[in-house]
């Protein structure tokens, strides 16, 4: 019995210690959060063309830019001129029997 009680303890200092590194980890990364976020510049979309190589469409305040990334170098290839966002809409949902049908047609035309 008198083995038992450092044993508890030592499991609840372990405890303590994990619950306050998630406290504080939470506390680091909520500050941390809001640094990055530019207030007049954006990304809207990107582009793997290769190994660290990308394309971007950046809006610098309301302007848009043509952008490639390397490991190297930022530059911008481009001013977009009359560049608008457009936000594809969502395929309107399916009920489970219409999905499966079309899932099911797609893998029986693969195996033709």
């Known amino acids: 019995m ?3 009680l450092p044993l ?3 499991l ?3 405890a303590f210690v994990m619950y306050m590194s998630y406290l504080f980890t939470r506390f680091i990364g909520s500050r941390s959060s809001g640094m990055n976020k530019a207030q007049h ?3 809207i979309d990107r582009l793997a063309v290769g190994q660290d190589r990308l394309l971007m469409i950046v809006e610098v305040q309301d302007k848009h830019y043509l952008v ?3 490991a190297k170098e930022i530059r911008i290839l481009k001013e977009l001129d009359g560049f608008e966002v457009v936000i594809p809409q969502p395929p309107a949902p ?3 029997s219409e999905s ?3 899932v099911l047609g797609n893998v029986m035309q693969r195996k033709k």
Do not use: D, Q
Request: overall charge positive.
């Open 2 to 4: 008198e083995g038992l």
């Open 12 to 14: 609840l200092v372990i």
């Open 94 to 96: 399916m009920s489970f």
């Open 41 to 43: 510049m954006k990304v």
């Open 68 to 70: 490639s990334a390397t």
């Open 100 to 102: 499966f049908k079309t």
């Open 8 to 10: 508890i303890l030592v």
